[in-house]
Structures are given as C-alpha cells and as structure tokens.
C-alpha cells in the first residue's frame, strides 16, 4: 500500500495556459507538445476562436495546456468575447505561458499582455521565446535581453514548434509548477474537444489557407451533423456549413466556377480523415450573415456564447 500511496503523491497534473498577441505561435507550440493537431494554425491572425485543451501524458505527469486565442485590443463584439474568455482563463490555471516570436521586434501588443499577466499575482509566468528557428543566434539573444526588460518571469525558455528544441525544456518548466495530483483525464485521451468541433476548426483553417487579410475574422463554421454512411461502417457522412458577412467574402471563398471551395472541401477532408481514421465524405455550404461579429444573436448560433 505505501508503494501505491507513494507514487500517487510523485504524479503532478495541472493546467497550463498559452498566451500572446495574435499569430505567435501558441497553437503550433500545443500541438507539438501534444505531438499531434489538437488545434488548427494559420499564418494569418486571430485564428483560434475556443479555448481547446491538448493533454501531455508522461510517467511523471498530466499536463494540460490551454490554447487561448490572441490576446488583443477588441474591435467587435466577438473580440471582446474573446478576450473576456482569455482573462478568466488565466485565473484558472497553474502557469501560464506568455508567447513571443524570436524573429519580430516587441511591440505594443506584447506590452500589453504583459501588463494584464502583472495583475495575475497568484500564478507564475513562463515567458516562452517562439519561433527560434526563423532567428539567428543573435535575433535571439537580442530576443531573450528585451523579454527579460518586460517583465518578472519565473523562467525564459527559447523553442522552436517546428524543429522540436527546447521543447522538453520548456515541458520540464511547467510541470514542475504543477500541483501533486492523479490524472485527470484517460491515458490515452489527447484533447477533451468534441470531435465536431475539431472537424470544424479543420475546416476553418482549410477555407483560410491563402486567403485576403480580411476573411479570417468572418469565417465561421457549424458542423450541422456529422454521422457514419447508412449500411457502412468505413465511411462518415459530414454536412457542414461555412458563414461569412458579405457576398463579397462568399465570392473569395467560392473563387472561380467554385474551384477554391472544392480545394478547401479536399484538404479539409484529407485532415479530418487523418483525425478521425476513418474515410469521410464531406458536405460543405456556404452562407452570408451578415456583420455576424457584432450581432449577439447570431453569435449565439454559431457557438459564440457569452
């Protein structure tokens, strides 16, 4: 019995939390540490609208990381909710991350966040320097000097999603602030995210691959049913619906005799089938709601709550 009692107080799990302006690379970061796509990635900003949960199992412990969205000034009502979702998150974890690129200067948006971190007086902060691998050696010293100014961080860890360095490093920092505690989810669970909303961050991210700066903020995407193929058990029917706020978005998405949307059915489908291990066969619609940002109501209908 104390063997057993013993290496239950040894296991720490816990919650961490990434944060940044847009486009740092949190996302990118959770993945890799997950060691597999729990949370879509986009070169274009604000692309992460949930809070999603990877988990990392070692034998040691359980470490849960909450993807946030960027942390910004807000310009529509569903900035403000994003931001509000933001800030109680990080009330609720064990550490946070605060994310900055090697490769990008700091600016006012990471003065910003470091400020709203100084309030949160209870809970360490990481600062974790992105994207190493788009920096030189020098970039990065540079990098790491100008964090340090920012603010009181507990560590500075630089990484690089892409490459893999440092990320043991930086797993290593955040356990060790980690409460004693058992598992808190199944050993072999990755993410406690329902397979439909997965599937239609998937899509999203697909329909914003090489798209105009605009269209990131308005497209929003509902998984209307999502169910295996009548008398077939290797095949799943998927009816989804993608929403923008004018014709004239719907005209982008659409491109030429509908080309760009069936490329974005294509890649969407060959991610979610690589997801869900199964063949899918995808149903893809696209509407206009108009100025649905700044509409409560409609908001609500895409998943948007307050």
Known sequence: MDGVSSSAADFHAGFACFVGRPNVGKSTLMNALVGTKVAITSSKPQTTRRVI??????????????????????????????????????????VIGFCVPANEPIGKGDRF?????????????????????????????EQLLAVSRLAEFAEIVPVSAQ????????ADQLIARLPESPPLYEGGQLTDEPEQVLVGELIREAALEGVRDELPHSIAVVVDEMMPREGRDDLLDIYAHMFVERPSQKAIVIGHKGTRLKEVGSRARKQIEGLLGTRVYLDLRISVAKDWQRDPKQLRRLGFYD
């Open 113 to 141: 966040i470091a400020d709203k971190l100084a309030a949160v007086k209870k809970t360490p902060v990481i600062a974790v320097v992105t994207k190493c691998d788009l920096a030189t050696r020098e970039q990065i010293a």
């Open 53 to 94: 949960r990877g988990i990392v199992h070692r034998p040691d412990a359980q470490l849960i990381i909450v993807d946030t969205p960027g942390l910004h000034r807000p310009r529509t009502l569903l900035g403000e909710r994003l931001d509000s979702l933001v800030l109680s998150t990080l009330s609720e974890v064990d």
């Open 163 to 170: 490459s893999g360095e440092q990320l043991d490093v930086l």
